[in-house]
């Protein structure tokens, strides 16, 4: 008897299989799962080619995907590439993914619910899409989600009162939605929250007070809404983070633009604010006499139908189904691991050149490790390719080998250079990189950049073409390259630039009255126009013939040299970057307020963009501040120089020179980039006052 019961039970198990999609095979092959992404997402395959059923999604050819050293996918970045089919259920079976980058396509249809199920998200980007249905109240289920873009959809309903739970959230951003209902207090309870946009929406009733208590918080933008009643007091703390405009029914009291509250304002200071815990029920809705039933209920009550129905009468065969699902299920978990086991024990085989696999037990690869471990981002740790040697022989990057010799340096060099890595020697790091200072042979100091390969391009052909694009790069305000070094054996790439002994602009802003640190005005001045002239120099002017936007301009990335002349760093660099990392760059820059309002609707970079981050630089050079306020700017409007001019300087300043720069900041910060000067145009007004 055993033959027959083992083969219907073969029977059973696959019976099981096809009917049961938390046991399907999407959930013991990540590859299925892809490939089932792949047909909803883009249906006719015209976007999706590079993956294949019979590729392996960590082999480098999935575009967009990346996957962690145990060959797990843990990012998906599909970010515009035109996709305009639905996000299927079944991306949940991806259990290790960390990001989920899906903007600006034309998704249509529902957010799955199931999507919540991956627990080790950190960021969520469906922005930018045709998104519609109601916020799934599930997301309250992901502990580690720390950005939730969900802005420029056609979503509905109410903002869930659940997402209080999400207690590393730091990024929540819903506007130019269809949302209603009031917005929870409870949201101020999120302790890491530093953006909450909910604007152009169809929010209404009053701005919840609490909303203040969220200690990281910077900006807040409610505009374009319904609300209506007083806004608390403990919101001026935000300045001009805290956006409020054309919510007719709004007052308070120091804010410009509201007027004084009265009670046809429907101002009542005794009213409760809107979803406060003692408002909820149990049900997760505002207490209203509609509801109380539904809060009256035992949680234990028993709302079956009466089990004298055919559907409740099987349930005495549930022991024998039981052991039936116990043996399948030990069947299923013998079969996974044994597939997990091959699929780890062939990858072993097939790796080379990874990143962390050199035993050599040098400084860079351990520091490499360690950023690893102490990172809260797992990019540093992403596996693109197995065989990386982007400058091995017969690889054509566009130069002679003469000229690409020319630029090559040796292992050796580099770390006799740097002593070996020392930490001595270590001016900073991030979640891709390392820079140290280092001395060359013939007695120049130099920087060292060193890049993981997990965090370069995957496609050989594309980090040669960036690296031709660096190599070209030459003008008196960027910082020159002086060459480069790409071990196969560390998993390393090492960039080396001229070394700019004075730091970044950034160490000059903030600084306390009387450090010796305050820089004189004519030489702010200089700083600016040394500035504007590498932008333009990059925008394609002066013989520069690979025209290219910076994408990423900052104070942090304008170093002073020693006759403090500001030199522009990592231009090109996302030339190099894979997708991943360049992203994760962009979002600091728009943390410190840099990227251009237009990004969010188009996620395309122009010239304008690279100017408006130019327009935040002078505001900082004028002001002497990191952080621009809405006073600042209304200072320059109305040439209030006590209003945006670093008091630091202590009245040595050209008035006519600071009042013209205030303008062209002002300009060149503009909202629309169609108001924004070209770049030619700012050097046209720079040179038409600074060379008086």
């Not at 249906?43 to 082999?59: A, D, I, T």
Request: with cysteine; aromatic share 8%.
């Amino acid at each position: 008897m055993r033959p027959p019961t083992f083969s219907l039970l073969i029977l059973f198990l696959i019976v099981f299989l096809v009917h049961k999609p938390s046991l399907s095979l999407s959930s013991v092959s990540e590859l299925a799962v892809l490939m089932e992404l792949k047909a909803s997402l883009d249906p006719e395959n015209q976007y999706l080619r590079s993956w294949g059923g019979r590729g392996e999604p960590c082999g480098g050819g999935f575009e967009g995907v990346a996957c962690d050293e145990q060959g797990r996918v843990v990012n998906i970045s599909l970010q515009g590439k035109g996709l305009w089919g639905q996000i299927p259920p079944s991306v949940a079976g991806l259990k290790s993914l960390t990001g989920l980058y899906l903007h600006f396509n034309s998704l249509n249809g529902k957010i799955p619910k199931e999507i919540t199920s991956l627990t080790q998200l950190t960021d969520l980007y469906l922005n930018v899409n045709n998104l519609s249905g109601e916020i799934p109240t599930e997301f309250a289920n992901m502990p580690n989600l720390q950005v939730l873009q969900l802005c420029y959809n056609r979503l509905t309903g109410s903002i869930p009162l659940q997402l209080r739970n999400l207690k590393r959230l730091s990024v929540l951003a819903l506007q130019y939605n269809q949302l209603t209902g009031a917005i929870p207090a409870s949201l101020g309870e999120l302790q890491t929250l530093t953006r909450l946009d909910l604007s152009f929406n169809n929010l209404f009733s009053s701005v919840p007070a609490k909303l203040a208590d969220a200690p990281m918080l910077q900006v807040l933008d409610i505009r374009n809404n319904s609300l209506s009643g007083t806004v608390p007091q403990a919101l001026k703390r935000l300045n001009g983070g805290f956006q409020y405009k054309n919510n007719p029914h709004l007052c308070g009291v120091g804010f410009p633009d509201l007027h004084v509250c009265s009670a046809s304002d429907g101002w009542d200071p005794n009213r409760p604010e809107p979803y406060q815990p003692g408002n909820i029920s149990a049900n997760g809705l505002p207490n209203s006499p509609q509801n109380r039933s539904a809060e009256d209920l035992p949680e234990s009550a028993n709302l079956n139908p009466d089990c004298s129905r055919t559907s409740c009468s099987k349930t005495s065969k549930s022991p024998q189904i039981g052991v039936a699902l116990g043996v399948i299920g030990l069947f299923v978990a013998f079969t996974v691991s044994g597939l997990f086991t091959f699929s780890w024990y062939r990858r072993r085989k097939q790796k080379i050149g990874s990143a962390f696999d050199s035993l050599d037990g040098r400084l860079s690869t351990d520091q490499a490790k360690e950023v690893h471990r102490k990172s809260a981002s797992p990019l540093i740790s992403l596996e693109y390719s197995n065989g990386w040697d982007p400058v091995a022989k017969g690889c054509s990057t566009g130069y002679s080998q003469e000229v690409l010799e020319s630029f090559m340096f040796n292992l050796e060099e580099v770390e006799r250079a740097t002593q070996c890595f020392s930490e001595v020697n270590l001016l900073g790091k991030s979640s891709f990189s390392a820079i140290y200072k280092g001395i060359l042979r013939d007695g120049s100091v130099v920087a060292v950049k060193c890049i993981t390969k997990t965090s370069c391009k995957s496609d050989e052909a594309e980090f040669l073409k960036g690296l031709k694009i660096l190599m070209s790069l030459k003008h008196e305000n960027l910082v020159r390259l002086r060459g480069f070094c790409c071990s196969k054996g560390r998993g390393e790439c090492f960039l080396i630039y001229d070394f700019v002994p004075n730091g970044s602009l950034l160490q000059y802003l903030d600084v306390n009255e009387g450090s010796g640190s305050t820089l004189e005005w004519s030489t702010r001045v200089s700083i600016i126009n040394g500035i504007a002239k590498g932008i333009a120099y990059l925008h394609g002017s002066k013989g520069n013939k690979r025209a290219m936007v910076h994408q990423n301009i900052s104070a942090e990335k304008v170093l002073i040299d020693a006759n403090y002349k500001p030199m522009i760093s990592n231009s090109g660099l996302h030339k190099l970057l894979a997708d991943d990392i360049v992203f994760s760059l962009l979002k600091a820059t728009a943390a410190m307020g840099y990227l251009a309002p237009e990004y969010t609707t188009t996620g395309r970079f122009t010239g304008k963009s690279d100017v408006y981050a130019f327009g935040v630089i002078v505001f900082q050079i004028l002001t002497g501040k990191r952080k621009i306020t809405q006073s600042a700017r209304q200072g320059a409007e109305s040439c209030r120089f006590e209003d945006f001019i670093d008091q630091n300087l202590e009245g040595k300043f050209s008035e006519a020179e600071a009042a013209k720069l205030g303008q062209l900041a002002l300009l060149c910060t503009h909202e629309s980039p169609n108001h924004r000067p070209s770049i030619e145009n700012v050097m046209q007004e720079l040179n038409g006052f600074i060379s008086c």
